[in-house]
């Protein structure tokens, strides 16, 4: 019973890592019906230039909230200088658009930071404290308690704020909200910056885990796209629960499913994907919308 | 003394093809003034095209400003509100967040709280519905949130098109009131586009009559509900 | 034929294209020819996903699972059961088709972006999928495929046109991928212009239109999905005897990446832009290494990194200037600067009669 715990408290940890990518990829497709497979990518780039910011002695506490900053500023410019002059294109040149994105920036990350895996700081001690009888690691205590902060955070601003309603507003009703003097274009700007911002976060926490290298990301993304399938492609609240059933999940099979190893798990998030999407395509908190013709 | 609204020889389309060839109209500080046709005469494009949503050449200015470069945000910010066909409910969001909206460019926050009132006094099932999802507002209720919405914008001038289109006649009744109270208070201009051409006239004092993308009659109403030609031959009774 | 014979200019351009392509390994060293396999397979696979993707409308990141799957079935075949190599090529074809019919089916009921994910994520999980199965793939270790050597009359042939050394297995494998592609080609050309290429259109244009009119929609598109697996099938089988040799990292996500890549900057929708996409996407990362390399001013460690980062920013890079620049692709942009040009002479011509030039014919 105690391991189950523990097993669950880990999983709980790495499914806030996937809770806040895939709040990301939420976010964007609320803004533009579009998945940004390029978001994992901006994460990890992100956490490169946290990595820089540390190595040259800043504070992880003044890091942090400094590369969730340039990670907003980032997604603002993506946006203006790549996406915008496609926003009005079918969805296959979008997806296209956001590849060659993803690869671009994982090229680059490369191309500037090389592809030996680093090690990443952590302002959470590895020694466990002991709930219910179950050992829990500061780790992942902490893990949960940053993106839970985070994904309050958003929602507040998404719900509780003049700009956040203005951002929702723009998302799903373009034309209607020019009407009302919402600067659009700027609305779709300012959800990419969120976004990006956001995703830093899970780079930040999934890197100490990981190892930080260009292509941490690839499976991280795999897992939020799970996650944000699973509770519903619009729902923000759905991408947080979303992420931490798939956390959990992922990880219990791992641990009590005999054969399921570190790359199968990948599988099983997999087999979430499918399942869902034939089963419940809205996913647990998305739902139906028409069929525009 | 120029108008608030003044359209020269307005001329717009959608890619090839031309609907509007020409178009000369204005309307006064507080005036009601319909403009009215049969479909696809172009009334609905001479309200896009006033708001920036279809490309023009020609004249358009608001208040003495030219319109030709403006992108719609900051047309609206010099003081258009535009409520355009299907109304434009946002109804993902909630009646209150709509309102809320509404009242996006403004920072007085006393007189948007008397405003809200005010909103709630004219459309009590607005207060009602408050917490609910737009789209669970009908036709008619619809239509209520977005006239309501665009009071708070508290506009110079107010683009209406088509308020009547598929209510009962009961409740356009009870909006075209609103739109006569609106005007009357609070000196709002409005420019109203209706197939409904009876009621647009009763309400409005000037009016224009578009056949195939030009003003084919103008007028005041009263002028114009009185003279059976014109009724007729263009607005059908 | 009818419409070959209508536009003399690309008729010979085809025939051009095919001398430079039949003769070639007849010019340039064994080692070249094989680069050239690369492309033809490349340009193969490209077709297949252009099948899927420009003509019936759905999305597929996961091309590569489907190569890897011929790849694997040629290697398991000729490594453990002795079958001939030549023979493998349609088993594995067909034995991906069918694969790839069947995966249609859930893909029905997916929408774009949603395939799009799920097919991204089979891309992901393909290296992890094969290395389980270990008794079969040989896991990690992978299989090797020793090269085929040149049949007889092949030999004879090749050394009585060059008057030189004996063919290599290289050469003999350039002109076995040729043929394949140059069937496959016509196959798909063929598909394009009878009544598939216009359901499938009709399809990608507009489904409740098309169904409305009668088409039947999930079984071309299914369809689709069975024969664009196919090519890739056939593309993979190919690749891994080209290569010699197959593992779960030869079939990465990158390798998916490439092919999509490949079929946008081709030009989606058309039968030349996977040739286009071919010779774009495998010489794209040589040649560009080859010239940083050359670049005296650039240090060598850039460089030497540049190697390894270079290919993705410059398919990133290009990827994204295409969309938003060419969304039709290099072909696109030959059919229009050919329009253009043809405007313009015909326009000088017939100003005086005042007659409008006709429209071009589109493929």
């Known amino acids: 019973m105690q391991e189950f715990l523990q097993q669950v408290v880990s999983g709980l940890a790495t499914g806030g890592i996937f809770a806040s990518l895939a709040l990301a990829l939420v976010l964007i497709y609320n803004a533009m019906g579009l998945v940004n497979f390029a978001q994992g990518e901006m994460a990890m780039f992100a956490t490169f230039i946290a990595l820089v910011l540390i190595d040259h002695g800043l504070s992880y506490w003044i890091a942090l909230p400094l590369t969730l900053?340039?990670?907003?500023?980032?997604?603002?410019?993506?946006?203006?200088?790549?996406?915008?002059?496609?926003?009005?294109?079918?969805?296959?040149?979008?997806?296209?658009?956001?590849?060659?994105?993803?690869?671009?920036?994982?090229?680059?990350?490369?191309?500037?930071?090389?592809?030996?895996?680093?090690?990443?700081?952590?302002?959470?001690?590895?020694?466990?404290?002991?709930?219910?009888?179950?050992?829990?690691?500061?780790?992942?205590?902490?893990?949960?308690?940053?993106?839970?902060?985070?994904?309050?955070?958003i929602y507040l601003l998404l719900q509780r704020t003049t700009l956040g309603l203005a951002l929702r507003a723009a998302s799903h009703h373009p034309d209607a909200s020019r009407l009302l003097g919402i600067r659009v274009s700027w609305m779709l700007a300012l959800g990419w910056g969120l976004a990006s911002a956001v995703g830093a976060v899970s780079g930040m926490l999934a890197a100490p885990i990981l190892l930080l290298q260009p292509n941490m990301m690839q499976t991280v993304i795999i897992y939020a796209f799970a996650a944000a399938v699973l509770g519903g492609i619009e729902s923000p609240l759905g991408a947080v629960v979303g992420g931490l059933i798939v956390g959990v999940t992922v990880n219990l099979a791992g641990a009590y499913v005999p054969g399921v190893g570190g790359d199968l798990q990948l599988a099983v998030a997999f087999a979430i994907i499918i399942a869902v999407l034939i089963v419940k395509p809205n996913g647990l908190f998305g739902t139906a919308s028409l069929r525009r013709v | 003394m120029t108008s608030l609204l003044e359209l020269e020889g307005v001329r717009a389309g959608y890619g090839q093809t031309r609907v509007l060839h020409g178009i000369s109209m204005s309307v006064g500080d507080g005036d009601i003034v319909s403009l009215l046709g049969a479909n696809g005469a172009g009334k609905t494009t001479t309200l896009r095209a006033i708001t920036g949503g279809v490309r023009w050449d020609g004249s358009i200015t608001f208040g003495g400003h030219s319109l030709r470069h403006l992108t719609t945000e900051d047309i609206v910010r010099l003081g258009v509100a535009h409520v355009p066909e299907g109304r434009g409910v946002l109804t993902e969001l909630t009646v209150d967040e709509n309102l809320r909206v509404g009242a996006y460019l403004r920072h007085d926050k006393a007189a948007i709280a008397r405003d809200y009132d005010r909103v709630f006094e004219l459309f009590p099932i607005l207060r009602e519905r408050r917490r609910l999802s737009a789209s669970t507002l009908s036709g008619g209720e619809q239509q209520m949130l977005s006239l309501a919405r665009a009071l708070v914008m508290r506009p110079k001038l107010l683009l209406l098109d088509e308020p009547s289109l598929g209510l009962a006649p009961l409740v356009v009744r009870r909006i075209f009131e609103v739109i006569r109270e609106i005007n009357q208070t609070e000196r709002v201009a409005i420019l109203l586009v209706e197939q409904n051409a009876r009621i647009a006239l009763e309400l409005s004092t000037q009016a224009y009559v578009l056949e195939v993308g030009r003003v084919a009659v103008e007028g005041p109403s009263s002028q114009l509900k009185g003279e059976e030609s014109v009724r007729r031959s263009y607005l059908g009774y | 034929m009818r419409r070959l014979q209508q536009s003399p200019a690309r008729y010979a351009l085809l025939v051009v294209a095919l001398i430079l392509f039949v003769g070639l390994p007849t010019v340039v060293t064994s080692f070249q020819s094989a680069e050239w396999t690369q492309v033809l397979i490349f340009a193969v696979a490209i077709m297949g996903l252009n099948i899927l993707v420009g003509y019936s409308g759905q999305i597929s990141l996961g091309h590569g699972a489907f190569m890897a799957l011929g790849a694997y079935t040629t290697a398991i075949l000729v490594h453990r059961y002795n079958v001939d190599y030549l023979a493998t090529i349609p088993i594995a074809g067909l034995l991906t088709g069918i694969v790839g019919f069947f995966l249609g089916i859930p893909a029905l009921r997916l929408s774009a972006l949603y395939l799009a994910l799920a097919t991204f994520a089979l891309a992901v999980i393909t290296p992890s999928l094969i290395k389980r199965p270990e008794q079969l793939t040989g896991g990690v270790r992978g299989i090797e495929i020793l090269p085929p050597q040149p049949p007889d009359f092949a030999n004879s042939a090749f050394t009585a046109v060059t008057g030189g050394p004996a063919m290599t297995s290289d050469q003999w494998l350039y002109y076995v991928c040729l043929v394949i592609a140059l069937v496959l080609f016509w196959l798909a050309w063929n598909l394009v212009r009878r009544r598939p290429g216009r359901a499938l259109r009709a399809i990608r244009d507009g489904e409740v239109a098309a169904a409305a009119f009668g088409v039947n929609i999930a079984g071309y598109k299914t369809l689709a999905f069975g024969i664009s697996a196919f090519y890739a099938g056939i593309a993979g089988s190919l690749y891994g005897l080209t290569i010699g040799f197959v593992s779960p990292d030869t079939f990465p996500v990158a390798l998916s990446i490439q092919i999509l890549v490949g079929a946008v900057i081709g030009g989606l929708a058309s039968v030349p832009g996977p040739v286009l996409g071919g010779i774009v996407t495998f010489w794209l990362p040589i040649v560009s290494n080859q010239f940083v390399g050359s670049q005296d001013w650039i240090p060598a460690q850039v460089a030497s990194v540049f190697k390894n980062a270079g290919p993705a920013v410059s398919y990133g890079a290009l990827l994204i200037l295409i969309m938003i620049f060419a969304p039709r692709g290099l072909f696109g942009l030959i059919v229009s600067a050919y329009t253009w040009l043809q405007r313009r002479v015909r326009g000088a011509a017939e100003r005086g009669t005042g007659h409008a030039p006709p429209d071009p014919q589109t493929v």
Do not use: K
């Not at chain 1, 926003?87 to 994105?101: D, K, M, Q, S, Y």
């Open chain 1, 69 to 153: 900053v340039i990670a907003f500023a980032g997604g603002v410019v993506i946006q203006r200088v790549v996406i915008r002059p496609v926003e009005r294109a079918p969805v296959l040149t979008l997806v296209i658009v956001t590849l060659g994105l993803a690869t671009l920036v994982n090229g680059m990350a490369g191309f500037l930071f090389g592809y030996v895996p680093r090690s990443f700081p952590t302002p959470f001690s590895a020694s466990t404290v002991n709930i219910l009888g179950a050992l829990a690691s500061y780790q992942d205590l902490g893990v949960i308690a940053v993106s839970g902060v985070v994904l309050v955070l």
